[in-house]
């Protein structure tokens, strides 16, 4: 099997760890294991639980105790629903192989992560593309998806919190896409790696997995709980889509660390406590982000509804990848450009790490555009 380079993974890989201020990082600012241990309340008694943990595969589908835990991010998922990966990249992963095969027809957005069109694409799919634009708020177009949409689709692909725009759909939006997806008996996967992050209003955005009995949610312990180092992840889905993913597993992950799922449950029993401490930060940069993007007549955007990232249009003639490495090359800024989604005209800024390098990276992409003396194209 043939697929295409993953552009964001390889220009992250290629150039983060070079950086002086990085503004790619997509995760709310980490925890250590001590800041995790210490919000539980049960320190002593969780050291003593991992000391005393036999390293063995431990739950093959997940423990007990960290399904139970992921059902309480939804309304009606339960354990049997519920089926954990290698983080989030591994539930897409197992739930398009899974379900996908040579010359049906996927539909799916862009901008998004890589994985909704390339795997698709690799088995042999007719992949159509659902574009997002400024325009739109970077919301699917309905129209478009109903001209889309034929008995040959198999799977919907769509982000929410959309990465990279920050876009969020609510539940009266979801429900106009199942109305005109239901009638063809197909599947919407709903990447929903930053649910839990809607910046107004109840931080935790309706599911997909929830509103339509052919529903598919994937998540992560990475962006939303800031535990990117656990690699846990999960699909959320009816019970044929467990099955059919779990066919897919056995060959690619059998299990995750038994460590890491006793952390990540303890993580989700106590999730209030993490949606404050990351709301409060993302809340707080994002203001910094905002003020920036209105007083630099190069950049504009649509503000992010939720998530850590935005999607910032540059006004000014030249190729994101040349911008994005010059800038690196001579400031320190580390920013993804737009084309390695498949999206040119724009950068991907992450701001959920620490304020102060967040204010400074801006700081100097504003000097170095203003040194370049690039003419500002409306």
Known sequence: ???????????????ENDCTYNLAETCVSSLTVNELLELTGEKDKMLSDILSSRLSYGHIEGSPDFRESICTLYKTMKPENITTTHGGIGANSLVINGLVESGDVVISVLPTYQQSYSIPESIGADVKILPLSMENNFLPSLDLLAQYMSNKVKLVCITNPN????????????????????PYACYILSDEAYRGLTHTGNNLTESIADLYEKGISTSTMSKVFSLAGLRMGWIAAPKQVIESAT???DYTTISCGVIDDYLAAAALKHKDKIFARNLAIVKKNLAILDNWVNSDPHFSYVKPKGGTTAFIKFNFDMPSRDF???????????????????MEGFFRIGYAYEAELLKTGLDKISEFVKAMQLPVIK
């Open 1 to 15: 099997m043939k697929i295409k380079e993953f552009g964001v993974e390889m220009y992250m890989n290629a150039y």
């Open 163 to 182: 990465n990279p725009s920050g876009s969020v759909m609510d539940r009266e939006y979801l429900e106009k896409i199942i109305n005109i997806v239901k």
């Open 247 to 249: 066919i897919h597993r």
């Open 324 to 342: 994005c490495q010059k800038l690196l090359k001579e400031t320190g800024v580390f920013i993804l450009p737009g084309s390695v989604m498949d």
